[in-house]
Structure formats: C-alpha cells, structure tokens
C-alpha cells in the first residue's frame, strides 16, 4: 500500500518564475492538505482539497494555488516566486471525515534563488 | 484561533531514562491532538492522536502521550529514551469541523549513550 508520494524531491528556481508542485495521496484517502515548513519553524497550513474543491485557505497570498484531480491527487502552483518562498513543501492525505489523521509525503524541498 | 506552545526547542534524555516532550494548546471547542515526528530530510511521520475518550493514548514505536483538559496539555513521554528517537518532534492541534491542523515550533530530542 503505497504511501503519500511527492514530486520532484528537490527544485531550483529563480525569483519570479512560477512552479508546479505534485501529490498522490495514500489509498483510500480523497482530501489533500499543503503545507509550507521553512526552515527551523513548524509546518504552516496553505490550503486543503476535498472533491476537487478547496475547502479551506490558510494565510498565504494568492500567488499559491492549487487543484485536485478526479483521482485525488494535487498540484500546488506558486506564481512570482520570491527568495522567501524557499521552504520543504509538504503533501497529506487523509479521509473526508472530521476526526481523521493526515499523513505527510516527504515532501518537495524548493529553492529560490 | 488555534494555537501551540512547545515551550522547549531541545530535550536532552539519557538513553534508558524517561523523557517528556511537552505541549500546550488553545483552541475553541473540544481539540483534536496529534503528535508527529521528523527524521532529518524526511516528512512528519504520525506518532499519536487524542480525540475522545481515554486521556492517556498509546502511539507508534512506544511513545504514549496524556491529554490534560484543565491545564489545556497534551504532553507526549516514552518510558525508556532508545538511541533510535532523536528527531524533531511536532504536537499539532485542530478544532472540529473539518479546520486546518496548526502545528509547534518543534522539539528537538537528543539521546546520549
């Protein structure tokens, strides 16, 4: 049984370009949460997708976007990328339902240069 | 607004000995409480989870953790500190209703022979 899965690992960019980050999530689960952790801090919550919709946005600008598949999986889009979006991106999964744990990808370690 | 209070950034344990890794929270409502914890250039793993009932939750790899209403609390111990559980240690909190998991700053745990 295949856990949460990310792609790439590892991603260089320059201020102002745009990035694509991807998750599957763990079978069995349909909702998907990104979080950004930088470095040295706890991981900060950007977004949640539950039915191809986004259920719930944390404090981060527009330039973070996002959407879910019909299969579930996710793509986290950041646009104008700035030297302070560099940070371990971190996918999880989980079930729909309200008392349910998420599980954590390895995550996407992006740096902006 | 939700929040978490881990008061010690570092924990130092002999290996053998007991150790607490302490946690605080706010949130509106009755909390659900996690603990994960996170080898270096990896994802958070899922230790534990209070949502109802006994205020004492047994997790993975022999951690336990003791949910504590009136000091608003959930402070995760393991009886016997191994060489294998250095790592980063996160307590997170989330209301209920579907809201967005709010993590710590993290612990760091370290275990001298």
């Known amino acids: 049984d295949a856990g949460v899965t990310q792609s790439p690992t590892h991603l260089i960019k320059t201020r102002g370009q745009q990035v694509t980050l991807r998750c599957s999530p763990k079978?069995?689960?349909?909702?998907v949460s990104w979080y950004q952790q930088a470095l040295g801090q706890g991981p900060q919550f950007i977004f949640q997708y539950y039915e191809e919709e986004e259920r719930q946005r944390g404090n981060f600008p527009d330039r973070f976007s996002g959407h879910q598949f019909p299969n579930y999986s996710s793509e986290l889009n950041v646009n104008a990328l700035l030297l302070g979006d560099s940070a371990l991106y971190l996918c999880?999964?989980?079930?729909?339902?309200?008392?349910?744990?998420?599980?954590f990808g390895p995550g996407t370690r992006l740096l902006v240069l | 607004a939700q929040s978490v209070a881990q008061p010690e950034d570092q924990v130092n344990v002999a290996e053998g000995n007991p150790l607490t890794v302490k946690c605080t929270y706010s949130?509106?409502?009755?909390?659900?409480l996690f603990w994960y914890v996170q080898y270096p250039n990896r994802g958070l793993q899922f230790l534990l989870k209070?949502?109802?009932?006994?205020?004492l939750v047994k997790g993975s790899y022999g951690f336990e953790a003791e949910f504590n209403k009136s000091q608003t609390s959930f402070h995760l111990k393991k009886p016997s500190a191994l060489v294998s559980d250095p790592a980063l240690y996160f307590c997170a909190v989330r209301g209920t209703g579907f809201q967005k998991l709010v993590f710590g700053t993290g612990t760091r745990l370290l275990v001298s022979p």
């Open positions: 949130v509106s409502g009755n909390p659900y």
């Open positions: 999880a999964s989980s079930l729909g339902t309200d008392q349910e744990t998420q599980y």
């Open positions: 209070y949502i109802t009932g006994d205020n």
């Open positions: 079978s069995g689960h349909d909702t």
